[in-house]
């Protein structure tokens, strides 16, 4: 999944989270890659820790629908 900001011919950065579901507490894979002036930013840790906190896993996200 690609999160933040990536520039055209922009270098990508791969890297991991550790994820769990905000609402059934479940590990999920956390493969994610942004843009290399947008990593390690404050905008882009305040983006990161919105995602950890909202993020659903697939069967509570469908739950939901």
Sequence with gaps: MIIGKVGKDEKKIKFELDLKCSKCDK???????TGENYFDTDEFKIE???FKKNYLCGVCRDKMR
């Design 27 to 33: 590990k999920v894979p956390g493969g994610m890659k």
């Design 48 to 50: 990161i820790a919105n």
